[in-house]
């Protein structure tokens, strides 16, 4: 048995049964990335994923959004992790700011209604967003629904009309 200092070197042993490969993507904070990577959402709204985690139920995508006033009204059914990269943002429900470089965590239940103030031209958010969105009328009824399997099935239908194929997104699925 070698009994040399190992606090280096990398694991030896067998790879563990049934683990997924790694998932790196490289350049996600290039804003200037090629535009047919970028999934429209709405007029002004793209977003790009990075994870489309089918078997436990959540996606990890950046947000871009083009324009000022009222994103969405919806409940989310899982909690939410938001990371700020540029410009701001808030919800007209809470008094709170999600400004650039901050970092927001939205609890499963919370309906909100997401608004990009005038003087932001671009906004672009970082979300990890277990479960599904909700949208939600003023009163709380269900305008419709947006889950990692919707996700995905935008993500292939704009991938296959920009010319890279249907199964480019299939690449970020976990």
């Known amino acids: 048995m070698d009994k040399g200092d190992h606090s280096t070197a990398p694991y030896r042993g067998p790879k563990l049964p049934n683990v997924p ?58 909690p939410v992790h938001a990371t700020v990269l540029k410009g701001r ?43 599904a969105y909700i949208y939600v009328d003023v009163d709380g009824v269900s305008l419709g629904i947006e889950d990692v399997f919707s996700k995905l099935q935008a993500a292939r239908n704009h991938y296959d009309e920009v010319g890279l194929g249907a199964s480019f997104a299939d690449q970020f699925v976990r």
Request: net charge negative.
């Open 21 to 78: 490969d790694d998932l790196v993507i490289s350049g996600v904070l290039d804003m200037d990335c090629d535009e047919r990577l970028w999934v429209p959402q709405s007029k002004d709204v793209w977003f790009r994923p990075l994870c489309f985690n089918v078997s436990q139920g959540y996606f990890v995508n950046i947000l871009r959004v083009r324009k000022s006033g009222i994103l969405s009204r919806h409940r989310h059914t899982g």
């Open 89 to 131: 943002w808030h919800y007209l429900e809470h008094d709170w700011w999600a400004e650039e470089g901050g970092y927001a965590f939205e609890p499963p239940g919370d309906i909100h209604t997401l608004e990009v103030p005038d003087g932001v031209t671009e906004m672009v958010t970082l979300f990890h967003v277990t479960g």
